[in-house]
């Protein structure tokens, strides 16, 4: 695993968008017309710029994986941040969902941990190397890196098969949120 340079964003954003292409959650926020793949990829790079000013973005050695990471301590609301969150409402989210995406952020955000910690945004494998042992070294390594700032990771999912597999690494299940779908609040 090494740290991802501003370079890498455009493959960060491809692996994303294609692993996280039939997410609920996601595709809860991203507006469902025919843009909605353009729409998908504009999310993802959003939360790149998002990591890449405010926390830590890592991809595999073999390019196959990728791990955002939020610091919510350091997140700050700048000029740039805010024009981030302009260009995700109305190029993702669309005008007619604000409200229901902005009441989604706002109770995940009361169950969220306030502690000093990393959140795993979004940890994603190019979906023809799932299932081949690529993830699960990703997330190990994010373990291991977290523990050495002593940071734990939070994160949240929506894909029930994705919860055994997070707490083979540890993690359990601290809350959860009901949608119409489901999202499950996890930590080690």
Request: proline letters at 2%; aromatic letters at 12%.
């Amino acid at each position: 695993m090494r740290k991802a340079n501003y370079s890498d964003k455009p493959l960060v954003v491809d692996i994303l968008a294609r692993s996280f292409n039939d997410n609920k959650s996601v595709n809860y926020i991203v507006v469902q017309d025919n843009k909605r793949e353009v729409r998908l990829k504009k999310l993802m790079a959003y939360s790149f710029e998002i990591c890449y000013r405010y926390g830590k973005i890592f991809l595999t050695d073999d390019k196959k994986g990728c791990a955002l990471i939020l610091l919510p301590d350091k997140k700050q609301a700048t000029v740039y941040s805010m024009y981030l969150d302009l260009m995700l409402i109305f190029q993702v989210i669309g005008l007619k969902n604000i409200r229901k995406v902005v009441t989604r952020e706002s109770k995940i955000k009361q169950l969220q941990l306030k502690e000093h910690a990393y959140y795993l945004w979004f940890i994603g494998v190019d979906p023809d190397a799932q299932h081949k042992g690529v993830g699960s070294s990703l997330l190990n390594d994010l373990i291991k890196e977290a523990k050495s700032v002593q940071r734990r990771i939070y994160l949240e999912t929506s894909t029930l098969k994705n919860i055994p597999w997070y707490e083979k690494f540890g993690f359990s299940i601290y809350n959860r949120l009901n949608l119409g779908y489901e999202i499950f609040f996890l930590k080690n």
